[in-house]
């Protein structure tokens, strides 16, 4: 079993940043075999994913993302990180985190990001 827990959302003006980070906890040595990632749902809308991030620490992301969003992941810390700068309106949803191991899914319980002025 793997808990996800999310945290550093909140309230950004448009262009700002925030970095959130998802920490592994539970029957898991490491996260150093698990894909890590982030999805996010906006309201009204479905969970679409932001980016992924491979055991090896190869990198995907959505056209949204790329170019402004950055994942990382630090194994020894069990924990994955998401850097967000030039922050948009339409960036504005709970954030997952998300992490595939032995062929189960797991999703942390979100944290919320709202950009506004």
């Known amino acids: 079993q793997v808990q996800l827990v999310e945290s550093g959302g909140g309230l950004v003006q448009p262009g700002g940043s925030l970095r959130l980070s998802c920490a592994a906890s539970g029957s898991i040595f490491s996260i150093n075999d698990m894909a890590m990632g982030w999805f996010r749902q906006a309201p009204g809308k479905q969970r679409e994913l932001v980016t992924t991030?491979?055991?090896?620490?190869?990198?995907h992301y959505a056209d949204s993302a790329k170019g402004r969003f950055t994942i990382s992941r630090d194994n020894a810390k069990n924990t994955v990180f998401l850097q967000m700068n030039s922050l948009k309106s339409e960036d504005t949803a709970v954030y997952y985190c998300?992490?595939?191991?032995?062929?189960?899914?797991?999703w942390g319980q979100g944290t919320q990001v709202t950009v506004s002025s």
């Open positions: 991030i491979s055991s090896s620490g190869g990198s």
């Open positions: 998300y992490a595939h191991y032995l062929l189960t899914d797991y």
